[in-house]
């Protein structure tokens, strides 16, 4: 059945409005600013479209409305955040180090506005990830913290600059949390040197890019020492306990089984996902006792991410496992194995 004229006219007046101006940029079209629809009927300047492609180096594969598909890629994603982020990770030491220089301060100026350090996905990519990834672009054009600048702004400014994260910003945005997370317990020299920020790239790299928050579980299996996937994150873990230990207050007969437990599993790592399990609990207690012997009573200084530390930390948590399981003092060649690697 055909539309009466008064309904074909409505029809006209209020569905097949042109468009004279492309949404992108706001201007008109004109000769030297002709639109061009794409297969899903959204149409833009030419020049805006094309830029939205090159700015995101063909990752941008998506309309700026309704995120369909734009092309099939032909170079088999070269650009996708897979690509990047493995980049990222085999980017040289002295690149990640500069990244994380400029991320540190950007993190630590979040904390004048909330001293609570709750901050939101929104807070940390605005504030310190982008801005973060821009001083790198700036610095080198065509290395790939350029390329992740360009994926991470162009892909959460289309969708509206949400409080979440997708894509190869989620990775990012847990390192900036794993930051802000633990800035309390370490001396700020120790965040301005090379090896810890090796140590705090690995540690977010190992927990991969599925999730922006930071869980218990990975930590949990790499101190069973059974499969070495997670084991930068357990150094890292250890060398906030020995730095606890530096800023803690001295007492005699030492610190309480739960005082300790709350220092560990609370004080650091409170805002993790789940729960730290009663086993994981007490390799805790066992592991902080031993640093805390050797810091305080034998004079060792602390751990400070030191790769010759890797034996320290295997050793601590293997002790500590020997004494949970088998219910008696570590054996004495594992003590020699923690000693003999500690750093003077």
């Not at 997370?181 to 890019?209: D, E, M």
């Not at 220092?263 to 409170?270: L, S």
């Not at 066992?286 to 890797?310: A, D, F, N, P």
Request: charge should be positive; charged fraction near 20%.
């Amino acid at each position: 059945m055909s539309p009466s004229p008064t309904t074909m006219d409505n029809f006209i007046r209020t569905k097949l409005q042109p468009s004279g101006s492309c949404i992108i940029c706001s201007d008109p079209f004109s000769a030297s600013h002709q639109p061009v629809a794409l297969s899903c009927h959204h149409i833009f300047g030419h020049a805006c479209i094309k830029n939205w492609l090159h700015n995101g180096r063909g990752a941008t594969n998506n309309c700026p409305i309704c995120r369909a598909e734009i092309y099939t890629p032909t170079d088999g994603g070269a650009f996708t955040s897979a690509s990047i982020w493995t980049a990222l990770c085999a980017a040289p030491p002295d690149r990640l180090h500069d990244f994380l220089s400029s991320l540190w301060p950007r993190v630590a100026a979040l904390f004048a506005d909330d001293p609570t350090g709750a901050f939101t996905t929104r807070d940390l990519l605005s504030h310190a990830v982008l801005p973060a990834l821009l001083s790198m672009h700036n610095a080198d054009a065509a290395g790939p913290f350029a390329d992740a600048h360009s994926l991470v702004a162009s892909t959460w400014n289309s969708l509206g600059r949400p409080n979440s994260a997708s894509g190869l910003a989620i990775p990012l945005v847990r390192l900036a949390r794993l930051m802000a997370q633990t800035s309390s317990i370490l001396p700020k020299w120790i965040t301005t040197v090379p090896r810890t920020s090796l140590l705090f790239w690995r540690a977010n790299a190992c927990l991969g890019t599925s999730s922006s928050e930071i869980s218990w579980a990975p930590l949990a299996e790499a101190a069973g020492l059974s499969n070495p996937r997670y084991f930068s994150f357990l150094h890292l873990y250890t060398v906030l306990l020995s730095q606890h230990i530096v800023h803690a207050r001295p007492t005699h007969t030492g610190p309480s089984h739960n005082s300790i437990i709350e220092r560990c599993c609370t004080k650091i790592g409170g805002e993790w996902v789940g729960k730290p399990a009663d086993g994981f609990k007490e390799s805790v207690v066992g592991v902080y006792e031993e640093l805390r012997r050797h810091q305080l009573e034998e004079k060792r200084i602390s751990l400070r991410g030191h790769e010759e530390e890797k034996g320290v930390v295997t050793g601590l948590w293997a002790m500590a496992g020997w004494r949970r399981e088998e219910g008696r003092k570590p054996a004495v060649e594992l003590r020699k194995k923690v000693s003999g690697g500690w750093s003077d």
